[in-house]
């Protein structure tokens, strides 16, 4: 049976990074390693536990159409941590050595990009598992679709289906 996880790319760096935020994970060359160390972890713990038939990881690729409709959106975020921006070409690379699709269009964010592959995939009746602890993919959960959540503070993973999304 198919089993495709589809990666939320940022919410999985920044848990990572800031998981790591009072010991920080340094190299020998000073590099804040702390985004790429957990991503990896995570990324390896599903290809191993879950052994999906296909994966993608989806980023956030410049400004979108929201920023367009609304100059305003997002501007009351605090600017991307250096360490992450550093972090993420090397994702990407690893992401390449890996054979793992980096998914992201102009204009769009990685949310619309998942939840646009997410429904087409359940409507073909793939099994689909949308891994990011953001809330806001609840509203995408279906009957092969699910959220594959990061628990708080803890290791492991929440598999959101109908049930547990009307629990909540």
């Keep these: 049976m198919d089993k495709l996880f589809l990666i939320d790319a940022y ?3 920044y848990r990572s990074y800031y998981a790591f935020i009072n010991n920080p994970r340094i190299n020998s060359k000073g590099l804040n390693t702390s985004a790429v160390m957990g991503f990896c972890n995570t990324l390896n713990e599903v290809l191993n536990k879950e052994q999906p038939s296909h994966i993608g990881v989806a980023f956030d690729h410049g400004l979108t159409f929201r920023n367009e ?3 305003q959106y997002k501007a009351q975020r605090e600017a991307t941590p250096e ?5 993420v070409p090397i994702i990407k690379d690893i992401l390449t ?3 793992i699709p980096v998914l992201q269009v102009d204009g769009f964010e990685a949310d619309d990009v ?3 592959l997410a429904l087409k995939a359940g409507e073909q009746g793939v099994d689909t598992y949308m891994l990011t602890p953001d809330k806001d993919y609840a509203q995408l959960v279906d009957t092969n679709i699910f959220q594959y959540k990061p628990r708080y503070g803890s290791a492991g993973f929440d598999v959101l289906g109908v049930e547990e999304i009307k629990a909540k």
């Design 69 to 71: 409709a609304f100059p």
């Design 114 to 116: 998942i939840g646009t």
């Design 11 to 13: 919410a999985l760096i």
């Design 83 to 87: 360490d992450i921006k550093r972090s």
């Design 97 to 99: 050595a890996y054979h």
